[in-house]
Nanobody, 122 residues
Framework: QVQLVEPGGGLVQAGGSLRRYCAAPGRTASNYAMGWFRQGPGEEREFVVAMRWSGVSTYYADSVKGRFSIPRDNAKNTVYLQMNSLKPEDTAVYYC???????????????WGQGTQVTVSS
């Protein structure tokens, strides 16, 4: 079983930046695809970004393309969500997820973190 650990929430003004991380302690992250999803107030969970750990392919939602990225630290089995030029509509609970098959993540399958609140003030 993979346990994903996420830090506490973050508050930032519009236009600012924030970095979240997701760690899979004791696991070999290179065996997994990793992704970030979010759920805003009163909204359904939506895809943000995902990648295969090999780094060959990274997929972004149109709403975050050019602003968000998903750097990783192989030695720490950690993936990050780097969020730049944040907007109030980016306010949501952000979840990281991992699975051996990237296609399973949008279906809600695989391993999921507990979620972390990101609030962007206008």
């Amino acid at each position: 079983q993979v346990q994903l650990v996420e830090p506490g929430g973050g508050l930032v003004q519009a236009g600012g930046s924030l970095r979240r991380y997701c760690a899979a302690p004791g696991r070999t992250a290179s065996n997994y695809a990793m992704g970030w999803f979010r759920q805003g107030p009163g909204e359904e969970r939506e895809f943000v970004v995902a990648m295969r750990w090999s780094g060959v392919s990274t997929y972004y939602a149109d709403s975050v393309k050019g602003r968000f990225s998903i750097p990783r630290d192989n030695a720490k089995n950690t993936v990050y969500l780097q969020m730049n030029s944040l907007k109030p509509e980016d306010t949501a609970v952000y979840y990281c997820a991992a699975d051996s098959d990237l296609r399973r993540l949008p279906l809600g399958l695989g391993y999921w973190g507990q979620g972390t609140q990101v609030t962007v003030s206008s």
